[in-house]
């Protein structure tokens, strides 16, 4: 199944849309390529583990609908950027071509800007629905998982690495905080905005299994890369541990995950870790 044509996934969207012609009134091409990045067909898998994480723990569609907004605007920005020339230099995304192939680099450099800024704007917006502590706590994790330790980071790491030898525990934490980081945002932001801490045993359940989730996840994603190019020398988990062994720990991580089940994204993922074998 596409995930981009379920019912959730379309509605998500056109509420996306509206509420960023809400935020940016002005016309221009800063808008229309804004709008173009966010219009390809993504498969919103991380607003749809906000709105699951959510549920689990009862915290209102409101805040929860503006951190869906803004974990896929954030998503949207990294996207962007990871594409321009000076980064992995592609000419098509999700088979379109690229925000710097249809409205050149100048713009798509300040796209990824301004999608930054209103996925900040939008998670700040959540604020007067929460409890002043638990938003801060939610909102220091969710910007963490952006920053040095988070995608941003793991980027500029794999950037410094190239070419040198990476460690096999480097390029497993530049995946991790590349990767991982943001599902986790996705996942946990919701626990802090509800008031569970890290002492709670479901907080706990929810940080493996979003760590297990942004593993697997990546793994299936290096398959797929690997069917498609087959890039053969570049350094990735299936170097590591071999594409049997790796779809296996894949597969065993998620499953021992006590909250698996609640996330219709493991399907799917477990789903992509069969087609491949
Ligand atoms: C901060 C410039 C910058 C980059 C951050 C996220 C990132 C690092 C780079 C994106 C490229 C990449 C291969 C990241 C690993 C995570 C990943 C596979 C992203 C693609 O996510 P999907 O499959 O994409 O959810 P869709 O198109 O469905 O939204």
Known sequence: MNPAMNPW???????????????????GVLTEATLYAL??????????LVEEASQLVSLASRPSRLLQFAVELIH????????LPCMDDDDFRREQPTVHKKFGEAQALLVGDLLFQLGMQTMLQASSQLAPQDFIRGA???TSSIGVAGLIGGQSTEFEKLGDKMTDKELLTIQDQK???????????????????????????????ASAFGFAFQIADDLEDAEQDGKAGTKNILSIYGADQARLM???????????????????LLEKLCEQA
Request: aromatic share 12%; net charge positive; glycine share 4%.
């Open 9 to 27: 996934t379309r509605t998500f969207e056109n509420a996306l849309i509206a509420h960023v012609k809400s935020l940016v009134p002005v016309r």
């Open 76 to 83: 949207s920005f990294s996207l962007v950027h990871d594409d």
């Open 39 to 48: 219009e390809t067909p993504g498969k919103r898998i991380r607003p749809r």
């Open 179 to 209: 990767t991982s980081a943001l599902f986790r945002a996705s996942i946990i932001t919701p626990f802090y905005w509800m008031g569970i801490g890290e002492s709670d045993a479901l907080f706990q359940d929810a940080i493996n299994f």
């Open 250 to 268: 894949a597969r065993t991580r998620l499953v021992e995950c006590r909250l698996a089940k609640n996330f219709s994204a493991t399907d799917l």
């Open 140 to 142: 220091q994790f969710f």
